[in-house]
């Protein structure tokens, strides 16, 4: 049973007498829940609702067209709580976190619905056969596994959770359901890589095509790990001998199956110094939001903006800041913009991360704090672009809980977001909204 807060006027749950302050209690005779329930069960074109109110139930049927929405809100979007994660992973970012910060960047989620309707990634620690059963029934494809290891007991060590070896077990489920999976591998030196990254490799590529793909990304690592289990860092030489171990099965996954399935994210090739993939090489991207194929997306995309551009304004000094190991690229870019416009000039500027550390080095994770200390005094032109993946989805905080106006009074220049995407990159600083 969840309690409706809203009712939208004119729509089908107004017109049948639905009131903020009813609860909701079924669907067809199907108890609900949450958001998966309700919006699995309103799909029918002739539904009826048990509500109650005060004790007294009561049903309403509505005729619609079969995706139609009826028109009723929640208190949240889950019309529920979030499930938290039980693990205690050797590599958790959230566990290297400082004290002081915001109260919801301590929450751990490992929620299945999330991965189903945002993209997140669980574990499966937190499932029960019943949940199973119920992703199966609703078909939640696809869904997002952080696998890590396919070794029972390592995945035991590497999560501190028993559960962690035997819910492996509800992949093959999902499989023979024609559920479709994308996993992430977290590389953690010393226990999930080498030959055991090969083992992994191989035991997911049998799920092909249930399984989807495979990212493969390194382990984050701030300042703030005192009392956690100790993982060093891969050196250069092992990040690009990490890129070569999954490029070579990949290239065998692509002459059996017509597909690479496994992919390393961009760190691993920066840090390594290789040269990344093609865009060709991600296909449909489906782990870019995991930083996989990020850069090559990013770089085709701006190759096309820029090639059918046009700037017919006057003089123009503009800055952008980074994170440190996507600064090349970026500076790249902008050389390009300022080779073919002669009256531009881009500035460029490296923010290393002091707050969480310099092993610290995506543009996601940089703060507000490090970016006012290293570009104060500095040329900033007439506006300074940043990466929107370094506010929170509301894009007003950074992470150190600095504003986006208080870094504009610190610097004295408007601080402006760009998306992660070429087109977007081209447009702003050409003086575009």
Do not use: W
């Amino acid at each position: 049973m969840v309690k409706i807060t809203g009712v939208v006027p004119g729509s089908h749950a107004e017109k049948c007498g639905i009131t903020p302050g009813d609860t909701l209690v079924s669907i067809n005779g199907n108890a609900v829940r949450d958001v998966l329930d309700y919006r699995f069960y309103i799909c029918e074109e002739k539904i009826a609702l048990t509500v109650s109110n005060g004790g007294k139930e009561r049903i309403c049927k509505i005729d619609k067209d079969e995706y139609d929405d009826i028109g009723l809100e929640f208190e949240t979007f889950l019309m529920d709580k979030k499930h938290s994660c039980k693990n205690k992973c050797v590599f958790c970012f959230i566990d290297q976190l400082p004290k002081g910060m915001r109260d919801t960047l301590y929450f751990k989620d490992d929620d299945s619905r999330l991965s189903f309707l945002q993209g997140n990634y669980v574990t499966l620690t937190n499932l029960t056969d019943a949940d199973v059963d119920r992703i199966i029934k609703m078909h939640m494809s696809p869904i997002n596994i952080s696998v890590h290891t396919t070794d029972p007991e390592l995945r035991v060590r590497m999560l501190n959770n028993k559960r962690a070896g035997e819910v492996l077990g509800y992949m093959k489920r999902f499989a023979d359901a024609n559920i479709e999976m994308n996993c992430q591998i977290v590389l953690c030196k010393g226990f999930n890589d080498g030959d055991e990254l090969t083992k992994t490799m191989h035991d997911l590529a049998c799920y092909y095509p249930h399984v989807a793909s495979v990212s493969v990304v390194p382990f984050g690592m701030t300042k703030f790990r005192d009392g956690l289990c100790k993982i060093e860092q891969f050196t250069p030489e092992e990040s690009a001998a990490v890129v070569r171990r999954v490029e070579d099965f990949a290239a065998k996954c692509k002459d059996y199956y017509g597909e690479y399935i496994f992919y390393c994210g961009d760190e691993f090739y920066i840090e390594g110094g290789l040269e990344l993939p093609d865009g060709k090489y991600y296909g449909e991207y489906k782990q870019i939001e995991n930083g996989v194929g990020m850069v090559s997306s990013m770089k085709d995309e701006f190759d096309d903006a820029l090639a059918s551009s046009v700037y017919d304004g006057g003089a123009r000094e503009v800055s952008v800041a980074t994170g440190s190991i996507a600064y090349a690229f970026i500076n790249s870019l902008a050389n390009q913009i300022i080779q073919k416009y002669k009256n531009i000039n881009i500035h460029v500027y490296k923010i290393e991360n002091d707050f969480f550390g310099r092993t610290v080095t995506v543009s996601g994770l940089v703060t507000g704090r490090d970016i006012a200390a290293t570009l104060k005094g500095e040329r900033l032109g007439e506006a300074l672009y940043i990466p929107s993946c370094m506010l929170r989805s509301e894009g007003d905080l950074f992470l150190c809980g600095m504003s986006v106006g208080e870094l504009e009074r610190e610097l004295g220049v408007p601080v402006i977001t760009v998306e992660n995407d070429g087109y977007d990159f081209v447009e702003k600083l050409l003086g575009g909204n």
